[in-house]
T-cell receptor, first 115, second 114 residues
């Protein structure tokens, strides 16, 4: 069965530190890839997405992610985090062959940025 | 612009009681609609999806059901709640772009079953 793995459940780092969150999936076919973020008390919202083309995608708030097909990975990065980046981050994968767009989510990574 | 509403925001219900959660989307027509559940420490699990009025597909067997009485309304129900139904329920919508478009999520309903 297809699965999505996020390597860290909790990450604590200081402001200005760099952030990288790992995401790997097990499906071998063509996929669409997403990172969603849930700030405290807010909706789950899209951070960035990859459908095709340049494997390095840029999202909102200075985030970027790189799709490495050979590694089945879609890691999220930010060079310098801010306190406001404290949130839970979810990786999600969608098989392009699905007829109804099912999103398979990872378990999420809680990121805490300390001042 | 499109918006998605869910209510109630929070709900505390006794075991064995019925449930009705509502989701409505504004600013778009004929969307795909989805119900997810997020349990503590776990990712989101897809429960139901709908491609049109009266068309519901279930992803996992469970104590819950869904209905779509109107184009932009999606309802999650249960006749008798179980303790295991506690969780955070999210509704989402997407446009019909080959089913591969982005899903947009509502604010969610936190359900506690006691």
């Amino acid at each position: 069965a297809q699965s999505v793995s996020q390597h860290n459940h909790h990450v604590i780092l200081s402001e200005a530190a760099s952030l990288e969150l790992g995401c790997n999936y097990s499906y071998g076919g063509t996929v669409n890839l997403f990172w969603y973020v849930q700030y405290p008390g807010q909706h789950l919202q899209l951070l960035l997405k990859y459908f095709s083309g340049d494997p390095l995608v840029k999202g909102i708030k200075g985030f970027e992610a790189e799709f490495i097909k050979s590694k089945f990975s879609f890691n999220l990065r930010k060079p310098s985090v801010q306190w406001s980046d404290t949130a839970e981050y979810f990786c999600a994968v969608m098989k392009t062959t699905d007829s109804w767009g099912k999103l398979q989510f990872g378990a999420g990574t809680q990121v805490v940025v300390t001042p | 612009s499109q918006t998605i509403h869910q209510w109630p925001a929070t709900l505390v219900q006794p075991v064995g009681s019925p449930l009705s959660l509502e989701c409505t989307v504004e600013g778009t027509s004929n969307p795909n609609l989805y119900w997810y559940r997020q349990a503590a420490g776990r990712g989101l699990q897809l429960l139901f999806y709908s491609v049109g009025i009266g068309q519901i597909s279930s992803e996992v067997p469970q104590n819950l059901s869904a209905s779509r009485p109107q184009d932009r309304q999606f309802i999650l129900s249960s006749k008798k709640l179980l303790l295991s139904d506690s969780g955070f329920y999210l509704c989402a919508w997407s446009v019909k772009a080959g089913f591969t478009d982005t899903q947009y999520f509502g604010p969610g309903t936190r359900l506690t079953v006691l």
